[in-house]
């Protein structure tokens, strides 16, 4: 079997306030869980969720429920280029008819849980947001926990539920499938995957919705077969607590919202006793992660072994799971609060701001190319974090000092230059064009606006 060659470093953390290191948070991006990273998620969740109405807050990724099984390392890993549908896809065709019909039975089995986790979250939301408006207070703090637990733990619920599915799937594995899995998995973490073509019969029966979930669980299937612990209690900073509708921003702006750069704008807006209160949220969010990595690190710990023996309910899992369930309430409540406290003191024209900061990101259907610049802008102005766009047309691939994915340096040997066409057809869908970029803003499919961006970049 081959063996994975996974770039997945382990920092310590550098705590502050008087936390122990002994619990590190995962990252093969070199970020420790210090104080920038925690002000990065607070200030840029301020603006999404004081500018969002109900159904942006209230929009949840794909996979955020019950994610346990290492799919988020493993997306990481792949430098993003990871989709989780081509993943699940190819890891349906190494399976036997039997093994997927197992898998198949888990859409049912997991679906009246996710209906009432998602029904939970729904409820904590509005508690969120009547706070927001207003209408609760900090003495309100108990029973939002009770209403958010009881989201929380019925998310863990679900995880046991898969995982107890997986480990009968992994149970009937031969050692072929075992290698096949391991080399899809190093293929996509190193950039190198490709669309597949899968023909499977029982797929095409089922409705669109349940096809793309079979896809998630396959993802998940083969994150958790072929990962090992420190892949499934990798958590980025941002995941727990993820009520404030910054992962909808994300998606309305193409991916181009990098929530360094977002957060560095809101910041810059905020007075010195805001930016004070500000950090004091960061200190105290970073206390309440610690605690919620340790119980979910032990609740992966006992749940891991799952893979290996035959599956029982066992209450010290139970346990954990309210335990996590009571942490990542509160870090909800006390961001919620700190964010409320902050916005209560702003002006008319931070408020204005704000608004316009959204604006300024979100995807407009029809956009100017100065408009669309913008929102390149968001990345490609900082060199450490998208190569500079200034003089690109008629410029050689891959040149600047930047970072590039193996990808687009395989694609800079055909001697290429950023041609105005070249960048039509790049710009028209960048991951479909150059497999494995980077890149992860999905493409511009309004024609009159794509000219008009290039048009724009021809002028710098």
Known sequence: MRTLSLCSLTLSISMFC???????????????????????????????????????????????????????????????????????????????????????????????????????????????????????????????????????????????????????????????????????????????AGKVSVNIDELKKLPRGQKQEAFNLAARLLSWTTGNLEDFAYETIGKPSQHFGFVSMRIESNHGVKRGVLANEVVSYLTEDQHAQLVKAAKTDAINLHAYLIVREKFLKSLSSWRQSNVTDNAELHALAAEMALLESQMSWDQAIAMKQILDTFSISQTDQLIQLRNKYVTLQSATGAELYQQCSACHRNSQVAPDLTSIVNRPVAITNYNYSPAMIRFAKKNLVWSTELLSLFLTNPQQYIPGTTMSFKGIDDHASLQSLIEYLNKQ
């Open 18 to 192: 008087g936390v122990p290191a002994a619990q590190t948070l995962k990252s093969v991006s070199n970020a420790d869980n210090d104080l920038q990273k925690h002000k990065q998620v607070i200030a840029s969740r301020l603006l999404s969720w004081s500018t969002g109405n109900k159904e942006q807050i209230d929009y949840v990724s794909v996979g955020r429920y019950a994610n346990y099984f290492g799919f988020v390392k493993m997306r990481v890993s792949s430098a993003h280029s990871l989709k989780r549908s081509e993943a699940g896809r190819e890891t349906l065709s190494v399976l036997t008819e039997s093994q997927r019909s197992s898998l198949f039975k888990q859409l049912n089995a997991q679906s009246p849980l996710i209906k009432e986790t998602h029904s939970k979250r729904l409820q904590a939301n509005d508690f969120l947001n009547e706070l927001l408006n207003g209408q609760r207070g900090n003495q309100d703090r108990q029973i939002f926990i009770e209403l958010a637990k009881l989201y929380a733990i019925n998310e863990a619920k679900l995880g046991m539920v898969l995982a107890k599915g997986f480990s009968e799937i992994i149970g009937t594995l031969t050692p072929q499938q075992m290698a096949l899995l391991v080399e899809i998995r190093q293929k996509h973490t190193s950039g190198q």
